[in-house]
């Protein structure tokens, strides 16, 4: 049985009720522009915007008169609910709740027309947020961030493989291992573009800007129409989702398609249609295709679903078919994965194992139980702090530095955190709340030194929806308390906070991250510059490359300059020598130290052509040979 919570009182009424059992307020409002049904809490309507003016107030009570107490419950209270010794009992917990109409979308041109026009404010928002995100996540795409590192020319390879092979399976050795979801958009975008660092960027920049308008549609079904607009504004301009759309990671595919699998799930739930439910499963199966970090996702849905059966344990075979479409929709998209995952399970595993706590020199390997459950013990508290903790920096990827959220969207989104525990009986609240513990709480096992981000990357529109919960909760809080005047000025307030937050994020990515060592040291922009500058020659020949830190096989060369060839001289890499020994053209190529050898170098041969890194200290020294 459906179950309708008063926003007043939170007294659970049956859905068939207008008005509440307890306190006597409605339920529902009806628009009077568009004839829409409302939330009883809603100021203004979730389909067409108009306002809804103030609820009715309750009903005078009735003079007091002696009745049996089982003849004072309400016609529309809850079975089971009933008073005793003067007090109402606490309803069973059985039933779910929502906060936004059931979704009632036909495909006709009549309809499409009207909801078209009843949305178009919205729509036009949720366009020009979508713009605004695709500028940010293009503009300078090839500067910002300097550089291109080896796991994503890793990923611009494993493309040109796609289109060279066809398919090359669900998972790549490459960079460690990781699955190949979203690199088979990478080999479009090269097969459209060419090969090179904007085509590999653009692709995953792509699924950025989709993860907008994905995640408005998650909120908007959850919890409606402002909770999404808020939410989908601040992760247009989120550092830390924008810091991951702009580089050649497939990491952020994660983050659309958990959006997308979230959005299915909730419209599959309210209409109660075995070929949605069946739908939202193959959405769902898409997830492990995406990045690693896909499994506490899967287990925040896991326990979703898990509360949701056992909310409507009184209709349980009629959920337990809609569950059983909604696993083979799953199984179906994922079995590939399962296959490779049958056939490679060490490999898998041995990937994943990479980033345990276990391999980290901070956990206590010959301590006591003690020491190891305060170890642990210190992790949870990291965990579940990391949102406004400032990070530490990560040489894989750049990020770091910094908190993931800025202070004042951290505060919301832990007060939207613990406002949805509260409201545990509400799948869109469950869900986001799940998807974010458990999130967290995955930190746990997984190397402090690095990686947070990376492995969060599923719960940030989730994240984000709750830091637009708690938003909507002050606003209404201070409408209740204060009237209209204390409601327009916490909208000033929370107006004010989502600019500063856009202002600070803004500025952070662009500015300070960007020019950050660390951002430095994990794109190799000075790797790129000199391999670039060593191949402007018409004819470079054979390039002698003097490198402490990289190997001239390294895959930035192999993806950018395929057809280079090259040696390594270096101490690190071969062995040191300046002596030319090939016939032909010939280019040294000094990196870092070993541009001090140029004077010697011109010393034995002059005569050859030199291009100097115009940095106050020079990167590198490129001195080419014609013969």
């Given amino acids: 049985m459906q179950f309708t919570l008063c926003f007043n009182c939170e007294y659970r009424n049956r859905d068939t009720a207008d008005f509440c059992g307890s306190c006597g307020l409605p339920l529902s409002r009806t628009c009077p522009a568009c004839n829409a049904k409302n939330h009883g809490a809603f100021q203004f309507c979730d389909d067409c915007g108009g306002p809804l003016g103030e609820p009715a107030p309750p009903e005078s009570p009735q003079p007091s008169v002696s009745r049996p107490a089982r003849a004072t419950r309400p016609a529309t209270a809850v079975p089971g609910s009933h008073a005793k010794s003067g007090a109402r009992r606490k309803p069973r917990a059985i039933g779910v709740f929502w906060d936004t109409p059931a979704p009632q979308w036909q495909w006709n041109r009549a309809f499409l027309r009207t909801w078209t026009r009843r949305n178009r404010w919205e729509l036009l928002a949720v366009l020009l947020l979508t713009v605004l995100a695709a500028f940010l996540r293009i503009y300078r795409l090839v500067d910002i961030p300097d550089g291109f590192n080896g796991d994503e020319a890793w990923n611009g390879m494993d493309a040109l493989r796609i289109l060279n092979d066809g398919w090359i399976g669900v998972y790549t050795p490459g960079a460690l291992g990781n699955m190949t979801g979203p690199i088979y958009l990478t080999a479009l975008t090269v097969w459209l573009l060419d090969a090179s660092i904007f085509s590999v960027r653009l692709s995953m920049a792509l699924f950025g800007i989709a993860a907008v308008p994905a995640t408005h549609l998650l909120l908007r079904l959850g919890f409606g129409r402002w909770v999404a607009l808020i939410g989908a504004s601040v992760l247009t301009v989120s550092y830390w989702h924008l810091h991951f759309s702009r580089m050649g990671y497939q990491l952020v595919a994660l983050s659309l398609v958990a959006a997308a699998a979230g959005a299915a799930l909730l419209w599959a739930m309210r209409t109660q249609s075995h070929s949605r439910w069946l739908a939202a499963g193959a959405v769902l199966g898409l997830v492990p295709y995406t990045y690693l970090a896909f499994p506490a996702f899967f287990a925040a849905v896991a326990g979703t679903l898990a509360v949701f059966l056992f909310l409507r344990r009184d209709r349980i075979a009629d959920t337990l078919v809609y569950l059983a479409f909604y696993a083979l929709g799953t199984l179906i998209v994922s079995t590939p994965f399962l296959l490779f995952l049958s056939d490679n399970w060490d490999v898998y595993m041995h990937r994943t194992s990479m980033a345990s706590v276990f391999r980290s020199n901070q956990y206590p390997q010959a301590g006591d139980a003690a020491d190891k459950a305060y170890f642990f013990a210190t992790r949870v508290w990291e965990s579940l ?243």
């Fill in 385 to 627: 702090t990391i949102l406004a903790r400032k990070l530490k920096s990560d040489g894989v990827d750049g990020s770091g530095g910094a908190s993931p959220l800025d202070l004042g969207i951290a505060a919301l989104a832990y007060l939207g955190l613990a406002l949805s525990i509260r409201k545990w009986r509400s799948p869109p609240y469950l869900l986001a709340a799940l998807v974010v513990i458990l999130a967290m709480l995955a930190q746990v096992f997984a190397l402090p030194e690095s990686g947070t981000l990376r492995r969060s990357i599923a719960a940030l529109p989730f994240i984000i929806g709750l830091a637009a919960i708690g938003a909507t909760a002050i606003v209404g809080l201070v409408k209740r308390k204060f009237g209209i005047e204390g409601r327009n000025v916490a909208l000033a307030g929370v107006a004010l906070t989502l600019i500063v937050s856009s202002v600070w994020n803004v500025r952070y990515y662009f500015g300070e991250l960007a020019q950050s060592p660390t951002v430095r040291f994990a794109f190799v922009p000075d790797h790129v510059d000199a391999l670039a500058a060593a191949h402007s020659f018409q004819n470079p020949g054979t390039i002698y490359f003097y490198s402490g830190r990289w190997s001239f096989n390294y895959e930035s060369v192999r993806f950018l300059h395929p057809r280079s060839q090259g040696m390594d001289r270096s101490r690190e890499f071969g062995t040191f020598d300046l002596e030319k020994v090939h016939e032909g053209p010939v280019t040294y190529l000094l990196v870092g130290a070993y541009a001090e050898e140029i004077n010697r170098l011109k010393d034995l041969y002059p005569g050859g052509e030199t291009i100097i890194d115009d940095a106050p200290r020079p990167r590198f020294i490129v001195y080419h040979l014609q013969s």
